[in-house]
């Protein structure tokens, strides 16, 4: 039976580099997956069956948020903080037993921009059907209208990466990651900021829950995943000239 010390080192290094940017990701969820990855292949889960799971917990926690009710909305954003330390555990498992494949990939894709899209969604349905005002001043349709952009804006920046990437032949880093060699630059800090500031969507999603602040949440989120579009355009469009 693989040791935990093996899951571990499994760990490769170009996909330490690539979590690294990432406080919350690399600091806290990346070192949960590591046990939780163990007591998973002590049962026998297969990292497919673990990916499956991120998913029906993942839709099961926005349908909670769709109820507008605040206990109801608190498990929605509990069961997706905890679809987003599975979704660590399934390349854990697929890299330790040497599973990996294209499928797998693919199925961990599908799910992540799922949530991309349900996410939002589900927290504008869910303050609108609360009747909660934006701002105490905005019609509650406003969080639907938010929740809507949100989830657009999110899947249309993953497709302008894999569009950029196909075209120029250039990986989906390449696209928008700063280059170490470059220093501390502008765009670096943007890059830092915003890519910390996503991984931590899902704890200040829990922590606004709890706080009765969500519709804070979702306009500074629609704002932000806004940016983060214009901003990959045009440092994509600058990466591949």
């Not at 969604?121 to 303050?127: A, D, N, T």
């Not at 950029?164 to 501390?184: Q, T, W």
Request: glycine share 10%; aromatic share 10%; hydrophobic share 45%.
């Amino acid at each position: 039976m693989i040791s935990l010390k093996e899951i571990r080192s499994s760990y490769p290094i170009n996909k330490r580099e690539e979590d690294s940017g990432t406080w919350w990701g690399f600091r806290v969820m990346r070192p949960l997956s590591f046990p939780l990855s163990w007591v998973a292949i002590r049962f026998g889960l297969s990292a497919n069956s673990i990916s499956v799971a991120t998913i029906i917990i993942g839709l099961a926690g926005c349908a909670f948020l769709c109820v507008g009710i605040d206990w109801y909305m608190i498990i929605g954003a509990v069961l997706l903080n905890i679809r987003n330390i599975l979704d660590h555990v399934d390349g854990t498992i697929a890299r330790a037993t040497n599973t990996a494949s294209k499928f797998g990939e693919y199925l961990d894709n599908i799910c992540d921009e799922l949530m991309g899209v349900t996410t939002p969604l589900s927290i504008g349905i869910g303050l609108y059907v609360g009747g909660n005002t934006l701002l105490g001043i905005f019609h509650p349709a406003s969080y639907l209208i938010m929740g809507a952009i949100y989830g657009a804006a999110s899947i249309y920046g993953a497709y302008i990466i894999v569009l950029i990437k196909h075209i120029f032949n250039v990986s989906n880093l390449a696209v928008y990651r700063p280059k170490k060699e470059d220093g501390l630059t502008l765009w670096s800090l943007v890059y830092k900021v915003g890519v910390n500031l996503q991984s931590l969507s899902t704890p200040i999603l829990l922590l606004t829950t709890l706080t009765g602040t969500l519709g804070y949440y979702i306009l500074f989120y629609t704002l932000l995943t806004i940016c983060e579009i214009g901003a990959i355009m045009i440092k994509g469009t600058v990466s591949v000239k």
